[in-house]
């Protein structure tokens, strides 16, 4: 293409910018030859002329289309040049936050200084396993490509890790770290990573410091070896350090700091153990004080101190290493601040003898005060004819004093990796490692010195092994590919490094120079200008004569040459040395030890820092104290050390960059960025990328995006490679331009945005030609419309006019009519007018005649009225003065009464209304006031009658005065004086009369006054009544709605927790589980290791096979498995398995946590649900008697147990009872909450007590056998029975009592008989023996029995025989307490023992050293173990011997009926030798029973449960397995042999467990004993007898139930089995379906031709691609499904249980999905969205049509349907973002911003997400609470529930096919 092609209007291009380093403009003149100048239009409009230069041609830089901007790759962009590397970061790290990119084969990491959620678990799980290029960069991806070429390849890894200082190097190498832990660590080995990360705050505390660039920034580089075994696992770490900066002690710039010990240190004085080391604050010192502020803003340097304490400890540093540690640092401290004193004109220096600094600094490390004050000051000089001792000068003594203050500190950062690497090492052989290097990237500062030039010498060698890498990987893919491989031409530094390492070079210039008696810098500096001057890479400065420059790779240096010789020879003093070895303290003595042999050779070995003892003077000395290798020397050589190792290993680069020097989060700063891209070589990656073919695309993939190109007759061509050939021949003319390799096309530098260019030129116009159409289209379309509707105006127009037309009409003739009316009403109103007004004058002339004649009389009226008035008045006011007067008397004394009355009515007033205001009595109080109203009418009625009586005596008294006033006046009736007196007396008395009579009305008015007044209080007190009645109902039915509420609250609360419970229940049950697993991994590694050589790890756990039974039984797995462990022991010796021996120890006590609370979990959680159930079924047992009394003591132990289960559900309902009576009442959910807690704690205790309960019965048991055993005496009795009756019974009756003396042996020794304590009659041992006879007899015929006497021979018989055991039950009894009694003290004497043990053993082990402890608790615990499987080899071989014993009593017992001549069949006598009880089978009817003998229980489980196929009963009864076994043990239920029944249920569940172990990999198998196991469950239920069970049985079904045994706890250990089995099937599917994933959702094309292929982002690399093709349809998805459900189907698994199983396959669907989508930017997309819309609409058409629409599965793919839409949604206004704020409700903030973010177009025509838009999304999402999880938790589990689900088939009905090969299985 020539320029004139490129360089068009429209075309955009890059200019430099003295700001922003590049800067975009458009063209806008198309450019031709021979132009001077460019015509451009920058982003700002400004319209700009670039000058262009003809003689060099040199154009501005193109720049890439929008299309290509944001790649995951900078190599995949078309132009390769700075601007479009520096714009591509910019846009990732500004708009998207994506902080890494890929540059071929480099990580480039961006600092965000900000945390981000991009580092959790669930991200490292979704980087796992995938290929470098299938998911966003991260660091992630880096560290898994490492690990997979290492488990493929098996060659080691480096990951190399640079930058500049703060830039993130750390953070980045501890990631890395952590991915490889995670990914490649054992459950049992995390703590290598633990030890690694507490290794980080030490080397942060020594080797870490604040600098202008960076607060913590480390001031070393190190390189940390992961070590991995054969199984790639995690086993060990080792660290190698490089280049301490020891000057940084002595010295610190401006605004630096020391080393944050120092700080940390000063910081913590205050603490007790650190007041002796004479320590104040860090301004104090002089080597923490010289760059000015001592705190860093941010940092507590007292708290990191802590940390770093702690490290020390979790890696196994004492406690006094500690403190000698801090005793150095506080030493170096002191020695800083010694006073110097000048003496003799400066030519000699003294140190005082009281100098406070140095006696604390002798004292800490425990050396001679005198010989370290004078060796000081004073230097020795040995020749070869004498020696003697100098004066040294003050600058002198200084520098003699940092020297060895640096030394020291060296010593001990040494000494502190030493300590590390032991605490990392492993004794497990190294298979492969994986080496992360932390290095100093490229400086450059002001003034740059001896540090600055070893590190850019160190980045040189990296960027040569780089280049050389990055070289050969590109002739790797030319080769493989078959392209024509031509040079290419790469910056080769090694000019550069010769300069520096070469022969005569600058080190070996420096290395003379420091040899030389009296070398300056100043002479070697001069050295290098004659020797160098001509070099290429070396310059002089013009104004300086003690610089020099080197060219390096990045950038010139300066360096200033002062102070290079001193710190290359690292000068310290031999005598000074020794005194330190001197010292009283061993650690301080064994750091100087044999430096002089050892040192020189471990510090090339380890890496660490260099050698610090040098002589003090070149004088002539032997070459083995003086001729030491210098700084520069040691560092070259570590440096060849450390490219041997990386150029044996693969390496990988992460470039980490620093984005701005404030430390802001999302600051880009070009110029800096630049810089740093210059420096580390990313820039030189793109170069040598761009001079070859950088753009490479797959064929599948350049057919599918330049299809639009293509003709269409080659479309229908079958190669498709033949098809892209043709088109870009004839695209490209030019063959150079591109190569087509067999894989790939190559295309050079600019292609790719040429046929992008093309392609979308081409898309214009077929753009423009559907637009031009369209439009012509809309416009005919509106033509029409408009003429249309033109037509349709025009006629409703002139229908118009013609309406208005004739209303016009009929209004003139109606405005006539108006007219007429109006006028003559006109007229009309004014005659009726003027003749009102005539009528209205006259009226108003007469009426004021007459008013004038009225006044006049009137007046004269009023005048008399005045006269008559004024007359009355003087008269009534004369009245009104005398009565006024009398009034005033009346009211002073009415008022005194009135004040007395008032004073008791306020009284009573006061009262009442404090009653009333208590509101309190009210009806009292009406009560109380009806009495008084009772109270006055009785005193009412009692005045009138006082009244009467008073007026009746008074009557009679005047009746009396006038008889005597009348016989006085006969008598004397002259005398007129006693007449005036008497009716003075008599006037006297009728005015009390009259006062009387008014007091009565008085009192009632007052008494109706207060009637009314009550009456009124009364009314107003019902009302009130009333009023508080309402509100009380009211209240009480917001009461009881509130309560309803709360109630219904705390319900779904507590349905809530109990899902919870269950949930964190099923995950004890998977974790149990993957326990188990380990442990037979484990198991299976052991038996390898015996095989092999080496060492290898013990086992980590112990388990049984019979762990889920609750019946003790001795595990031979458990025994074998801890003999092998002992015997490995001793073969390899206690000390190389001590750390295997722990992991051992902590996951056996680990499983023994898990399962005793998973036990506890499980109690709680069945209780809960089934306690009314269960209470029902406990009553009605309890009124059922047992059928076989004489089993006494299993009837008895298991009522025992039944009424203490009882006892403890009666407190159960009583506290729930108690729960809801709080509710009600309190309706406080605290109360109904403590309730709660109090009812699980209580459920906790009884669960622990009827476990203790159990064990101790079986323990008793246990010990009364072994009793029985050794006695031997219930043997001895037996045949003297059968002696005794032999001679008296005939065969029949023989049979019979063989039953009995076989059942009479069958009872347990320990068992108690009922009432036992009793005598036992003879009418008791007859029925005990009818009842154990009772079904071999109920068709016999008892006189055919008693026909020759034997019935009475037989009793007689039976009661000796009762007598005997009796007496043998009796003493063994007696015997048993006595036994037990004595164990009991036995016991009590060894806890004391014990406890002894225990406090001696305590005491011993505090005072030794942790290592020490470790190791001897490791020795005690082999010692338990050891004691521990001996005491079970012994029970084990006493109970072979008890059962060798029993066999040969059986066949003495045989042998001795048949010498009696009884004929009794073998099988039959075989057969009751193993059963307890035998029951009659009819022929003809089957009872749904299968009976078998003891010694075909293995054969059984081999063929129905090991080796059975699925195939096999596929045509048969679903779960027919299930149905067999539960007919099994329904016999040994009908003949109540507990023992069988217990060893086929674990038997089956052993089976079961190994058949899923050994095909933990097949659906079908699995899926076929679910449904096995689950039906076998519903079955013990189903038949269990229990009435909530069996509602939906058959009479017939009911016949088949349980007669004797409660399987309840066996259906518990079938539903923890259903549990397992349920993960395993999960995990197996998920396993199948989640590769398929990714590829069939977001990958294949559902929709053909929908989606246009993106140009590609990261370019594969080989080593990253899997062999083969990986892709996968939905089709095959569906497929799966399909699979699954038709296997599931086939099985008879229960529909429910297989609805969870596609709504948990389903979720995982949903969650990789989104996952992928979340981490992969090129599948953010509009019709990425549209192909996932559809192949979910198709999962849930599969859904609906399977019938699982109620399954929950659908909502599980909620979050991905959401995602979908957003892809699809428009994402530009407000109301958009408004849109996606409420239809996203699924999904949380950051997946909402993380998809806009990685949104990207496929076509240039598609606009980009903008900042604003998603700042705006933000804006409207912050008041949601999301957590802040990015990624779906794919192995989520949704807790299982098993539903009962009853079976109709009845057990008779049930065939056996002969394929199962049961022919041992008798019917019943």
Known sequence: MSTAQLYTKCTKVWIPDPDEVWRSAEIIKDYKEGDESLHLKLEDETVYEYPVDLQGKELPLLRNPDILVGENDLTALSYLHEPAVLHNLKVRFLESNHIYTYCGIVLVAINPYEQLPIYEEDVIYAYSGQNMGDMDPHIFAVAEEAYKQMARDEKNQSIIVSGESGAGKTVSAKYAMRFLATVGGSPSETSIEAKVLASSPIMEAFGNAKTTRNDNSSRFGKYIQIGFDKRYHIIGANMRTYLLEKSRVVFQAEDERNYRIFYQLCASVNLPELKDLGLTCAEDFFYTSQGGDTSISGVDDADDFEKTRHAFTLLGVKESHQMTIFRIIAAILHLGNLEIRTEHSNEACTILSEDEHLNNFCSLLGVEYSQ????????????????????????????????????????????????????????????????????YGFETFEVNSFEQFCINYANEKLQQQFNLHVFKLEQEEYMKEGIPWTLIDFYDNQPCIDLIEAKLGILDLLDEECKVPKGTDQNWVQKLYDRHTGSQHFQKPRMSNTSFIILHFADKVEYESEGFLEKNRDTVYEEQINILRASKYQMVASLFQDEKDAAPTTSIRKGTAKISIRSTRPVIKSANKEHKKTVGHQFRNSLHLLMETLNATTPHYVRCIKPNDEKLSFKFDPKRVVQQLRACGVLETIRISAAGFPSRWSYHDFFNRYRVLMKKRDLFKIDKKQICQTLLEELIKDPDKFQVG?????????????????????????????????????????YKRLRQAAVVIQRYTRGFLARRLAEHLRRTRAAIIFQKQYRMLRIFRAFQGVRSATI????????????????????????????????????????????????????????????????????????????????????????????KIDEQNKEYKLLNEQLSALTSAHSSE???????????????????????????????????????????????????????????????????????????????????????????????????????????????????????????????????????????????????LESDSNYPSISTSETGDTEDVIHQVEEIGVEKAAMDMTVFLKLQKRVRELEQERKKLQTQIEKTEQVSKKSQVIEMKSEVTSDHEDFAYNSLKRQE???????????????????????????????????????????????????????????????????????????????????????????????????????????????????SDKHIGQEDVIEAYQGMCETNRKTEDWGYLNEDGELGLAYQGLKQVARLLEAQLQDQRREHEEEVEALKKQVD???????????????????????????????????????????????????ESNEMKLKKQLKFYMKKLKESKTTIPTERWQHKGKMQAVVQRKEKDFQGMLEYFKEDEPLLIRNLIIDLKPQAVSASVPCLPAYILYMCIRHADYISDDQKVHSLLTSSINGIKKVLKKHNDDFEITSFWLANTCRLRHCLKQYSGEECFMTQNTPKQNEHCLKNFDLSEYCQVLSHLSIQIYQQLIKVAEGILQPMIASAMLENESIQGLSGVKPMGYRNRSSSMADGDSSYSLDAVIRQLNMFHSIMCDQGLDPQIAQQIFRQLFYMISAVTLNNLLLRKDVCSWSTGMQLRFNINQLEEWLHGKNMQQSGAAQTLEPLIQAAQLLQLKKKTSEDAEAICSLCTSLTTQQIVKILNLYTPTHEFEERVTVAFIRDIQTHLQERNDPPQLLLDFKHMFPVLFPFSPSSITMDSIHLPASLNLEFLRKV
């Not at 005045?866 to 003087?874: D, P, S, T, V």
């Open 372 to 439: 370290m004050q004078h060796w000081l000051c004073h230097l020795k000089l040995v020749t070869t004819a004498e020696t003697y001792v100098k004066n040294m000068s003050w600058q002198q003594v200084v520098n003699t004093r940092d020297a060895l203050a640096k030394h020291i500190y060296a010593q001990l950062f040494k000494w502190i990796v030493q300590h590390i690497n032991k605490a990392l090492h492993t004794t497990v052989k190294q298979h492969s490692f994986i080496g992360v290097l932390d290095i």
């Open 742 to 782: 067999r894989t790939k096309i190559f295309f050079r530098s600019g292609q790719v945005a040429y046929l992008e260019k093309v392609r979308a030129a081409k898309l214009r116009a077929a753009m423009i030609m559907i637009q031009k159409t369209v439009r012509g289209w809309l416009q005919r379309v509106k």
């Open 840 to 931: 209205t004058i006259q009226a108003f002339a007469r009426g004021m005649f007459v008013r004038r004649i009225y006044r006049k009389i009137l007046v004269e009226h009023k005048a008399t009225i005045l006269q008559k008035y004024a007359r009355g008045w003087l008269a009534r006011t004369r009245f009104h003065q005398i009565r006024g007067a009398t009034i005033v008397l009346q009211c002073y004394y009415r008022r005194m009464k009135a004040r007395q009355e008032l004073k008791a009515l306020k009284i009573e007033a006061r009262s009442a209304q404090h009653l009333k205001k208590l509101n309190v009595g009210m009806e009292n109080k009406v009560v109380q006031l009806q009495r």
């Open 958 to 1104: 005047v009746e009396k005065l006038k008889k005597e006033l009348m016989q006085y006046q006969q008598s004397h009736q002259g005398d007129s004086s006693q007449l005036l007196s008497f009716q003075e007396e008599l006037e006297h008395l009728r005015l009390e009369l009259e006062k009387a009579y008014g007091e009565r009305k008085i009192v009632e008015d007052s008494y109706i006054k207060e009637k009314d007044l009550l009456r009124k209080r009364i009314s107003n007190l019902e009302e009130e009544n009333a009023l508080l009645k309402q509100e009380k109902s009211t209240y009480l039915y917001q009461y009881e709605d509130e309560l309803t509420q709360s109630m219904i609250e705390e319900n779904s609360q507590m349905k809530k927790e109990l899902e919870e419970e269950r949930s964190r229940y099923q995950n004890l049950v998977k974790e149990y589980s993957r326990l188990e697993q380990s442990y037979d991994n484990l198991q299976d590694e052991m038996v390898f290791m015996k095989q092999t050589a080496g060492h290898r790890r013990s086992p980590s756990n112990q388990s049984s």
């Open 1201 to 1315: 147990l039944e009424s203490e289960n009882k006892k403890l559900k009666n407190e159960l309902n009583e506290l729930r009872k108690a729960i809801a009576d709080g509710a009600t009442q309190n309706n406080s959910s605290s109360d109904v909450q403590d309730s709660y807690n109090l009812l699980l704690n209580q459920l906790k205790s009884a669960n622990e007590e009827l476990e203790v309960r159990k064990e101790e019965v079986l323990i008793l048991r246990t010990q009364i056998m072994k009793a029985d055993q050794q006695k031997g005496t219930k043997n001895t009795v037996t045949e003297r029975v059968m002696d005794f009756l032999f001679p008296f019974c005939c065969w029949k009756f023989t049979d019979c009592l063989s039953d009995a003396i076989s059942a009479l042996e069958s009872i347990p020794t320990d068992a108690s008989w009922p009432n």
């Open 1389 to 1439: 004497a060894m806890k004391e023992d014990m406890e002894k043990q225990q406090q001696a053993f305590l005491q011993t082990t505090l005072q030794l050293s942790p290592e020490v402890q470790v190791e001897f608790g490791i020795q005690q615990e082999i010692t338990r173990l050891t004691n521990e499987n001996l005491d079970l080899k012994e029970m084990l071989e006493n109970l």
